[in-house]
């Protein structure tokens, strides 16, 4: 009985430790670009630890997204293994160019980001990278592109602003009308040209999204329109008044 209990409790605490240092940390994760001209985008990974990591990058297809046409097929990926010792950033590049017969439409791939436990690469020096690790990663992380019109077409509601306690927030709903997804920054417009920033978001093709977010720090401050703009050209897109 004993015996048993001292290995679960082993156990546990293993499992606690694993869970703990079990993360991964890059940036950006987006892509939201234009493959039919050929779209590319740099990662970085941050290891801000004191082990070693190494990762491999795989394109994976995605079939479990009915909004999405797979593009795995199209992905190159360099380096395909990327090791990023303690407190340093390394980068991967990733370039995706759809078929000249492509539809117009939404398109996504997983990049799926594995951790490996193996040998020192050619050139490396002299270091125990995966010796001993338990921290294990096998990430799928979600990238998106389009085939389809330039300008981004959307419909939205009227927007509205109310206060709940000391705390203001925007209600509105968004329609993508464009052939193609896209990605948008949601800004609010105060006093004096001060912009407060809601967020970024993606929207797919025929998508509407439903805004019910706080504007932080405008404080007492009014907001007299909203802004949104095309996060990939960063051109404004719509701005709209809010009724006082």
């Known amino acids: 009985m004993f015996t048993k209990r001292k290995i679960f409790l082993t156990f546990l605490f293993f499992m606690i ?5 079990s993360y991964i940390n890059i940036s950006p994760t987006t892509l939201d670009k234009n493959i039919k001209v050929g779209a590319y985008q740099e990662f970085t990974f941050y290891n801000d630890t004191t082990i070693p990591f190494r990762y491999k990058i795989t394109p994976m297809a995605m079939t479990d997204n009915k909004l999405v046409k797979d593009m795995s097929k199209w992905v190159e990926v360099y380096p395909k293994i990327v090791t990023v010792n303690p407190t340093e950033s390394k980068k991967f590049k990733v370039y995706i160019k759809a078929d000249k017969n492509a539809e117009a439409g939404d398109y996504g791939t997983f990049l799926n980001i594995r ?5 020192k690469l050619k050139g490396e020096e002299e270091q125990n990278i995966g010796a001993g690790m338990v921290i294990m990663v096998n990430l799928n992380m979600g990238i998106y592109g389009y085939v389809g019109e330039k300008e981004p077409k959307i419909e939205t509601t ?3 602003v109310y206060k ?6 925007l209600k509105m709903k968004l329609e993508n009308k464009t052939n193609r997804l896209v990605r948008l920054k949601i800004e609010v417009e105060g006093k004096r040209n001060y912009f407060y920033t809601i967020g970024e978001t993606r929207a797919f093709k025929g998508q509407t999204l439903e805004f019910d977010h706080e504007i932080n720090r405008i404080g007492k401050n009014k907001a007299s329109k909203v802004i949104i703009t095309d996060v990939e050209t960063d051109k404004v897109i719509k701005e709209i008044k809010i009724k006082k």
């Open 17 to 21: 430790w694993v869970c703990s240092f």
């Open 115 to 119: 951790q490996m436990s193996a040998p």
């Open 158 to 160: 009227e927007p509205r």
């Open 164 to 169: 709940k306690g000391e705390k203001s927030f």
